[in-house]
């Protein structure tokens, strides 16, 4: 599917390849299939078949989506992109964002994060990725997060942690 590149994508709109929706129990399956299509990547850049990612069970998923929130893009019936958070007192936690592999590089990633931006009352996000997943910090960081100095590292294989001020509180 090939999408102008000049166009913005979002849910609902004329000629928007995709659409936009809540994730629901019943997309478990199809977002256990795009989460492990999407990290087989990273562990290939880490050279580990075990990422959690990779590892999580239908059941573990399923429990996940029960406790927490998340939006899917569909196109023609099928889920392309996955995006699971929570809130927790004033910070959006973004979790596991994936798109499959063939419908990557196509606007769909970030529009599911803006997407998940948007829901919340938070007034910050945050998130984690690999310090070897340079794509990753790159994506994020285009999109105005930044690297949290503040969170201590156990070693150089830990996760980085990104932040993001999504709107400014009254004092």
Same mark, same amino acid.
């Given at each position: 599917?090939?999408?102008?590149? +000049?166009?913005?994508?979002?849910? #609902?709109?004329? #000629?928007?390849?995709?659409?936009?929706?809540?994730?629901?129990?019943?997309?478990?399956?199809?977002?256990?299939?795009?989460?492990?299509?999407? !990290?087989?990547?990273?562990?290939?850049?880490?050279?580990?078949?075990?990422?959690?990612?990779?590892?999580?069970?239908?059941?573990?998923?399923?429990?996940?989506?029960?406790?927490?929130?998340?939006?899917?893009?569909? +196109?023609?019936?099928?889920?392309?992109?996955?995006?699971?958070?929570?809130? !927790?007192?004033?910070?959006?936690?973004?979790?596991? %964002?994936?798109?499959?592999?063939?419908?990557?590089?196509?606007?769909?990633?970030?529009? %599911? %994060?803006?997407?998940?931006?948007?829901?919340?009352?938070?007034?910050?996000? #945050?998130?984690? +990725? #690999?310090?070897?997943?340079?794509?990753?910090?790159? !994506?994020?960081?285009?999109?105005?997060?930044?690297?949290?100095?503040?969170?201590?590292?156990?070693?150089?294989?830990?996760?980085?942690?990104? +932040?993001?001020?999504?709107?400014?509180?009254?004092?």
């Amino acid at each position: 599917m090939v999408r102008d590149p +000049t166009a913005e994508p979002g849910e #609902g709109e004329p #000629g928007s390849p995709y659409v936009l929706r809540a994730l629901v129990l019943a997309d478990a399956g199809e977002v256990l299939t795009v989460q492990r299509a999407a !990290f087989v990547a990273e562990a290939q850049h880490y050279d580990d078949p075990w990422l959690p990612a990779l590892t999580q069970t239908l059941a573990e998923l399923e429990q996940e989506i029960r406790t927490s929130s998340g939006i899917v893009a569909v +196109t023609r019936g099928r889920v392309v992109g996955v995006v699971r958070m929570r809130t !927790f007192v004033d910070t959006l936690y973004v979790n596991r %964002l994936a798109v499959a592999p063939d419908c990557q590089g196509q606007g769909i990633g970030g529009a %599911l %994060l803006r997407a998940a931006e948007q829901s919340t009352t938070a007034s910050r996000a #945050g998130l984690s +990725t #690999g310090p070897r997943s340079g794509a990753n910090l790159r !994506f994020y960081q285009r999109r105005g997060y930044i690297l949290d100095t503040e969170s201590p590292r156990r070693a150089e294989t830990d996760y980085l942690r990104l +932040t993001k001020v999504l709107r400014l509180g009254c004092a």
